[in-house]
């Protein structure tokens, strides 16, 4: 089960609290989502949680998509940073996977469909037993070549 708590982490460096709290009817939607999905149905939950979050930001915003973020520091919500941040979101419903072939094969099948980094770090460390080493350097190097460091430092050496 994946909690509001989860979801408010997820998002604070991206968001910043007073905009966290600005969106917290949000985060209860995204919440519910996340804790629904299902395999067979959800294929596209990240689209609909980018495009959530943007709908929530712009409106609490009033259109100048400006975050504070913890530091105080102000910062324009890029539209490229909805779909890291719905990714993010992403990797609590995959951390909850359990570690088998049917899971395995459906991270894989994402990962090609989707840019997904989230995808690639179950891939990586949840799923690892099942990778041959080659494979394990090819999603490193996708993922190292593919998005900013800040994304992938805390799993990736």
């Given at each position: ?5 989860q ?12 905009l966290?709290?600005?969106v ?11 804790n ?6 959800d294929?596209?939950l ?9 709908q929530?930001?712009r409106?609490a915003?009033?259109g100048s998509?400006?975050a504070?973020?913890e530091?105080g ?10 779909s890291a941040m ?6 609590l ?5 359990p570690?088998?072939s049917?899971?395995?094969v459906y ?6 469909k989707?840019?997904?980094l989230?995808?690639?770090?179950m891939?990586?460390t949840r ?19 593919c998005y ?10």
């Open positions: 089960m994946i909690a509001q708590a979801v408010m982490i997820t998002l604070r460096p991206w968001l910043g609290a007073p966290m709290q600005a917290d009817d949000v985060i209860g939607e995204i919440t519910a989502r996340l629904g999905f299902s395999m067979h149905r294929e596209e990240a689209l609909a949680l980018d495009s959530k979050l943007f929530a930001v409106q915003t009033q998509m400006l504070c973020l530091d520091s102000y910062v324009r919500v890029r539209l490229e940073d909805f719905a990714d993010e979101l992403m990797l419903v995959f951390q909850e996977f570690a088998d049917r899971h395995l991270l894989q099948q994402y990962a090609l989707h840019s997904s989230s995808a690639l770090r891939l990586y799923f690892q037993a099942f990778q041959t080493p080659k494979e394990l350097e090819a999603i490193a190097s996708v993922a190292r070549s900013p460091p800040f994304r992938w430092r805390q799993w990736l050496n």
